[in-house]
């Protein structure tokens, strides 16, 4: 039973590019969310997610970021136009079930380097 | 809003017996969650007090009075894996259920 993937897990990129976070929930997880980590830092919420709803995105940057969970395939969290500040480690997490349940599976993150 | 509070780092011996406070700030919420965090890699569920009072999941219990607004981490017989990152999370009613982290407490077990 394969826990919650992500990829890739190390992702470098130039300012300016484009960085694509895909990550896929454990198997019978409808509910999906991301978060951001800077070293020595707790967890920022960034969105919440179920298929084909933004249910949350309170925590996303109002330009340049954008997050998506279809209704076939892996949610992915895209960032446009990278800056140096967008370099932190990116988590994305799920849950089988929505807001009383206190319990998220999280993937190992994906570290995003800008140039 | 809502805020978590937690003591930046914590460091104790083998064997001994570490808690981890945690003091929140918000208007209603569903329960106090902890995760474990290791070397930057993928955080794990711990603990999760629902109601007031004590749940015990082998060495580590947490605690938590809503009327104190505050929780706790409890970790027994500590063991050299347990140096890691401590987080106490909440989903409030009122904030569309995502699950708010504290800052971390960064542990460290020292033989």
């Known amino acids: 039973n394969a826990g919650v993937m992500q990829n890739p897990r190390h992702l470098v990129r130039r300012r300016g590019q484009e960085a694509r976070l895909r990550c896929s929930p454990m198997k019978g997880h409808s509910h999906v969310y991301w978060y951001r980590q800077l070293p020595e830092e707790g967890l920022k919420f960034m969105v919440y997610l179920q298929k084909e709803n933004i249910i949350d995105e309170s925590g996303m940057p109002k330009e340049r970021f954008s997050a998506e969970f279809p209704k076939e395939g892996p949610s992915i969290l895209r960032i446009q136009q990278v800056v140096r500040g967008d370099s932190a480690a990116y988590f994305c997490a799920s849950s089988p079930s929505g807001q009383r349940n206190p319990k998220l599976f999280f993937g190992s993150g994906t570290q995003l380097s800008v140039l | 809003g809502q805020s978590l509070e937690q003591p930046s780092e914590v460091t104790a011996v083998e064997g001994a017996i570490v808690q981890i406070n945690c003091t929140y700030q918000t208007s209603g919420f569903y329960g106090l969650s902890w995760y474990q965090q290791h070397d930057g890699g993928a955080p794990t569920f711990l603990s999760y007090?629902?109601?007031?009072g004590l749940e015990e999941t082998g060495r580590f219990s947490s605690f938590l009075s809503r009327s104190d607004s505050y929780g706790y981490l409890l970790l027994q017989e500590l063991q050299m894996k347990d140096s890691a990152s401590y987080f106490c999370?909440?989903?409030?009613?009122?904030?569309?259920?995502?699950?708010?982290f504290g800052q971390g407490t960064e542990l460290s077990v020292k033989p």
């Open positions: 999370a909440v989903r409030s009613y009122n904030q569309g259920g995502k699950l708010i």
């Open positions: 007090n629902a109601l007031d």
